[in-house]
DNA sequence: TTGTACGCGTTATCAA
DNA sequence: TTGATAACGCGTACAA
C-alpha cells in the first residue's frame, strides 16, 4: 500500500498524488486532484511516516526522559509536554531513567538515533555522562532543573519555600522543622537554602537539629517526621520537601496522636492531586507542573524551528521561569504556642 | 555523519561497514573490523534509525494508548510497559485519550503512519469508531478491557468484587453499600455485577438505595458516599469501585463526623501507592498493574513475531488473566452492629 | 498541468 | 573477504 498504488489506481504519476497529499498550493487540475483523492479514500492510502522522515529529515517525534511516570510529579508534566505536542502533529517516546546513568545514557543514544527532532528531560539527579556532549546534535530542553549550557524551564524553589515560611511565621511558628529531599538534587538543595535563608531573614536562627533529609517518598517523610515529632522540644511546624513527604508526616504524626494542624502545622510542595484529598487536606506550593511540560514542548518547537531557519549562532541560552502559588488548605494554623491567636 | 563518512575513514566501502555493524556473523577480516571500529568510535558514529526502519520495516516502535496518564491507575501501566519495551530495545510512544473518540481514532491513525509494530491499549469507555478497523493491520493487545476481536490482559474484575465482599461479610457486614464507576465502563459494569451477584450468594437481597453510580473521581466517591452516609438506614460498609472513589468515601465519612472503621467500613479497588497513606489506611484489591504493562507487551512481541514466522492463520485469540489481590488494611473492621466480635 | 528521475541512509543480493 | 548495486516509500527539481 504506498503511493505507487494511488497513482495506479487514480491512473496518474506518484508525484501528482504526492502533490495532493500535501496539498502546497501546487497547480493540479482540480479534476485530477478529484481523482486522486477518490483513489486515496477508495485505499484508505496513509502515507508512510518512517519514508517522509528519512527524505525531509523531520520525525516529528521528541523524546521525554523523566526519571519515573509512577512519581506523582511526574505524570502532569508529561501530559503538558504531550498535550502540547499532539496538538502540533508531534509524537513523544518515554524514558523513565530511574536516574540511572547508564540507562539515561542508553536512552540518549536511542533517541537520537531514531531522529527525534529534540529531547525534554524533567528531574535533576541524572547524571548523562558522555551522552550529554550530543545534546548539542539535537534541541534539548530541561524542565525543573536549572542547567548551564542549556535552555530550561523552572520554578524559583528557594523563593517558593520562602513563600510557605511567611505563612508559617505569620500564624505564629517559631520553631519550624524541615524534611528536605536528597542533597544530590539541586531542587532539594535550593528548597533547603530557601529555608535556611528564610529562618534567617525571620531571625529565626538555624538548628541543625531541626532539618532531616529525606529521599521524596512516603516513608522518608514518614521517618523523618516521626523522628523530629519524638525530640523533646518538638517542632510546631514541619515544612516538608515534597507532598509525598508531607503525607508521609500527616501520617506519623497520627501514630504519635498529635493532631495537625492543632498540636504541628505541615507544610507540603508540589500540591499533587491527592493532597486535597488527605485528611487534613494539606497547605503546599503548587507547582505548575502540566505549564512546565506544555511550556517546555513549546520553547522546544520554537528553539527548532529558530535552528531550522538558520538562526544557528543565535543559541542565547533562555530559562523561563514559572510562578509558583502557596495553596492554604488545613494543614497548618497558628502555633499551639503563639499567644494572641486561637487555634480552634 | 552517515555510514558513508566511516567507510571513507576506514578506507572501505558502506557495505563492509554495515556488516561490521551488524555483525551477524558474516565474514570480514579482523585487521578491517578492526580500522572500520576505530572509525566508528572517532566518529562517534550511531546510524540512523529511520533509514534503517525504512529498509527493514522494522521501528522498533509501539504506541501506548491511555485514557490519561495523570490517573494514578496508568503510571504503573505504563511503567510495566516501558520497562518491558526498553529492555528488548523497542521505544514506547504515549497518547493520551481523555477516552474521546476523536483523539482515539487520530492516534491511531498516527502510530499507524508512524509504522509502529504494536499498539497497547490500555483503559476501558473508548470507541475507535473507523480507526478500529486498521487494527488488524497492525499487532494490538487489549489491557483490561476485555475484547472479543483482540488479545488482552486483563484481570477478573467480578471476582475480585467477591473476594473483598467476602472479607466484609465475615466482618459482619449486612448493608454493605456500592459506589460505581461510570456504567459506558466495562470495568465499572463488571464490578457492580460482583457486587450483586455477591449479595445474592451471601443471601443478602439486592436493595438499589444502596448503589450509587460515580465517575472513579475522588469527588465521585465523595458524593456517593455522602449520600449514602446520610440515609436514615446508612450502610455499615461502603466499597468503592475504584481507590480515588474510596479516599473521596473517607473525606465524606470525616465530614460526617462518621468513624472509619467504627462506624463504617470502607473497602476501594486497584491499590494504588496513596492507599496505605492514607488514614486510615485503605482496605483495598491490588491491581498488578505493573505486571499488566509487562505482561501485554511481552504479549504484544511475541504474537508479533510469530506473525512475522509466518504464522499468519494462527491468530488464536489469547486473553491472560491477572489475579487481584486483597489488602486488608485499617478501613475494615466488624460490623458495628453485629453481635460477638468486638470493634475497636 | 503532469511525468521522470533522483536521493534521503541503510542493508541484502550478487558479482568479483 | 570485499565492493557495487538495488531497493525501502516518499518529495521535489527538472523536463515535457
Redesign the interface.
Given at each position: 500500500m504506498t503511493i505507487a498504488d494511488v497513482a495506479t489506481e487514480a491512473g496518474v504519476s506518484p508525484a501528482t498524488v504526492s502533490r495532493v497529499l500535501n496539498d502546497s498550493g501546487y497547480p493540479v487540475r482540480p479534476e485530477t486532484r478529484q481523482r486522486v483523492l477518490h483513489a486515496i479514500e477508495k485505499l484508505?492510502f496513509?502515507?508512510?511516516?518512517?519514508?517522509r522522515?528519512?527524505l525531509l529529515k523531520r520525525?516529528r517525534?521528541v523524546g521525554l526522559v523523566i526519571p519515573?511516570?509512577?512519581n506523582?510529579y511526574?505524570?502532569?508534566i508529561?501530559?503538558g509536554v504531550?498535550?502540547e505536542a499532539?496538538a502540533r502533529?508531534y509524537?513523544?517516546?518515554?524514558?523513565?531513567t530511574d536516574r540511572d546513568s547508564a540507562?539515561s545514557e542508553q536512552?540518549v543514544?536511542?533517541?537520537?538515533?531514531?531522529?527525534v527532532e529534540g529531547i525534554i528531560v524533567a528531574g535533576g539527579g541524572t547524571d548523562f555522562g558522555k551522552a550529554s556532549e550530543?545534546f548539542a546534535r539535537t534541541q534539548v530542553v530541561f524542565v525543573g532543573r536549572p542547567e548551564l549550557r542549556w535552555p530550561s524551564v523552572e520554578i524559583d524553589n528557594a523563593a517558593a519555600v520562602a513563600t510557605g515560611m511567611s505563612h508559617l511565621v505569620e500564624l505564629g511558628h517559631r520553631r519550624i522543622a524541615f524534611v528536605g529531599g536528597p542533597e544530590k538534587l539541586t531542587s532539594s538543595r535550593d528548597r533547603l537554602e530557601g529555608y535556611r535563608r528564610s529562618l534567617r531573614e525571620h531571625g529565626l536562627g538555624d538548628e541543625p537539629g531541626l532539618v532531616r533529609e529525606g529521599d521524596y517518598t512516603?516513608s522518608g517523610g514518614y521517618e523523618g517526621a516521626r523522628s523530629l515529632l519524638s525530640e523533646r522540644r518538638r517542632p510546631t511546624a514541619i515544612f516538608a520537601a515534597n507532598d509525598r513527604m508531607a503525607?508521609?508526616a500527616?501520617?506519623a504524626a497520627?501514630d504519635l496522636e498529635l493532631e495537625v494542624p492543632a498540636d504541628v502545622s505541615v507544610v507540603g510542595f508540589d500540591d499533587i492531586?491527592?493532597a486535597?484529598?488527605?485528611?487534613p487536606t494539606l497547605t503546599t506550593l503548587s507547582i505548575p507542573a502540566y505549564d512546565l511540560g506544555a511550556t517546555a514542548m513549546r520553547l522546544l518547537l520554537e528553539l527548532q524551528e529558530r535552528k531550522r531557519n538558520g538562526g544557528a549562532a543565535r543559541s542565547k541560552r533562555r530559562a523561563v521561569r514559572l510562578p509558583v502559588q502557596l495553596v492554604i488548605r488545613d494543614s497548618t494554623a497558628s502555633s499551639p504556642r503563639s499567644e494572641g491567636s486561637s487555634s480552634t
Open positions: 484508505d496513509r502515507p508512510n511516516e518512517v519514508a522522515a528519512l520525525t517525534t519515573d511516570i509512577a506523582p511526574y505524570p502532569a508529561s501530559r504531550e498535550d499532539s502533529g509524537a513523544v517516546i518515554f524514558c523513565n540507562k536512552y543514544h536511542t533517541l537520537l538515533q531514531k531522529q550530543t512516603e503525607i508521609g500527616l501520617a497520627s492531586a491527592l486535597r484529598y488527605v485528611r
